[in-house]
């Protein structure tokens, strides 16, 4: 069964510092997404992607975040100046083949990012 | 907007006990409803959803929900723990469509006593 992947499982960099959080969406899937889950907390939406540009972004999605469709297969979630609070656990998810039900998004299994 | 309001952050259980897990929803047009599971440093499964069809909705490991519009609840139940249900369950609401962003629960800790 297709799946959606993410690289690295866990990275870990010091504050300041720029990462990319890769991400394989579903081959034929057309819209992504980007959760983050603090530690012990709930599960929450950064940002959604269609069409090669934001959908819908949350307020956490601020300046520092972006993303992006650098090819047919990989979805990315840059973080420009890594703070504190950015530890969490980012999934990416994916939905919706063109012809296909567009009622599930199917979730990666994380990137556990560690801000020292 | 959409929103879901999970009672009760742990439930404990003995194996061979119903489980329930209770959620409520918030919701401005017609609902997608999601459970999920988080086993320990793992990612997120989905159990079942819930997508306007038929109100009884079963999903995988023998879980099941239950619409109701009524009540705007999408509770979730088994009729048998078992040890390896101990997880962390997530109830999630979608705007009509389901390709709009998921709203999670604050989840709810699952405990299997042997």
């Known amino acids: 069964e297709p799946e959606v992947t993410q690289t690295p499982s866990h990275q870990v960099t010091q504050m300041g510092q720029e990462v990319i959080l890769r991400c394989v969406p579903i081959s034929n899937h057309l819209y992504f997404y980007w959760y983050r889950q603090i530690l012990g907390q709930k599960v929450e939406f950064l940002v959604s992607f269609y069409n090669n540009e934001i959908s819908e972004k949350s307020e956490i999605f601020d300046d520092q975040f972006s993303v992006e469709r650098p090819d047919g297969s990989n979805f990315t979630l840059k973080i420009r100046s890594t703070k504190l609070e950015d530890s969490a656990m980012y999934f990416c998810?994916?939905?919706?083949?063109?012809?296909?039900?567009?009622?599930?998004?199917?979730f990666g299994p994380g990137t556990r990012l560690t801000v020292t | 907007a959409q929103s879901v309001t999970q009672l009760g952050s742990h439930v404990s259980v003995s194996e061979g006990a119903l489980v329930l897990l209770r959620c409520n929803y918030s919701?401005?047009?017609?609902?997608?409803l999601f459970w999920y599971v988080q086993y320990p440093n793992q990612g997120l499964q989905l159990l079942l959803k819930y997508t306007s069809a038929a109100t009884l909705v079963k999903g995988i490991n023998d879980f099941e929900a239950e619409f109701k519009k009524s009540e705007t609840s999408f509770h979730l139940t088994k009729p048998s723990a078992h040890m390896s249900d101990a997880a962390e369950y997530f109830c999630a609401v979608s705007g009509d469509g389901g390709y709009q962003k998921v709203t999670f629960g604050t989840g709810t800790k699952l405990q299997v006593i042997p």
């Open positions: 998810a994916s939905s919706w083949r063109q012809g296909g039900m567009k009622d599930e998004q199917y």
């Open positions: 919701s401005s047009v017609p609902p997608y």
